[in-house]
């Protein structure tokens, strides 16, 4: 395994969470060939990025969550980390964190559809937001 997510649960509407990912040896050791990224997906819908940082640690966000998401790496623990603030209950989805080349980043981020075969994905942490 790769990429292992943790932090999800359930939370009221304007709450917060923070997910962290772990990254399996072989993607720290590689940290200059990868943007690291999170995304999400609810039942029905297609997975959508949310947002993600590159070798650099320069952040992008999709709009939605501007001001209220924030990435961070966690060198200590070897993890990167998505702080949600301000959670709505339309944010409700399995939450996956992503290794991907940052041009296959990009490239997701725009709009292309998630390629299951491209990068590495983790198996996802589930986080409810109720009304």
């Known amino acids: 395994v790769q990429l292992v997510e943790s932090g999800g649960g359930s939370v009221e509407s304007g709450g917060s969470l923070r997910l962290s990912c772990a990254a399996s040896d072989y993607i720290n050791s590689r940290f200059r060939t990868f943007c690291m990224g999170w995304f999400r997906q609810s039942p029905g819908k297609k997975r959508e990025g949310v947002g993600y940082?590159?070798?650099?640690?320069?952040?992008e966000y999709t709009d939605s969550v501007k001001g209220r998401f924030t990435i961070s790496q966690d060198s200590a623990k070897n993890t990167h980390d998505l702080q949600m603030e301000r959670l709505k209950p339309e944010e409700t989805a399995m939450y996956y964190c992503?290794?991907?080349?940052?041009?296959?980043?990009?490239?997701?981020?725009?709009?292309?559809?998630?390629?299951?075969?491209?990068?590495?994905w983790g198996l996802g942490t589930q986080v409810t937001v109720s009304s």
């Open positions: 992503a290794a991907q080349t940052c041009q296959d980043m990009s490239t997701m981020f725009a709009g292309a559809p998630w390629n299951p075969q491209s990068g590495y």
């Open positions: 940082i590159t070798p650099d640690g320069v952040t």
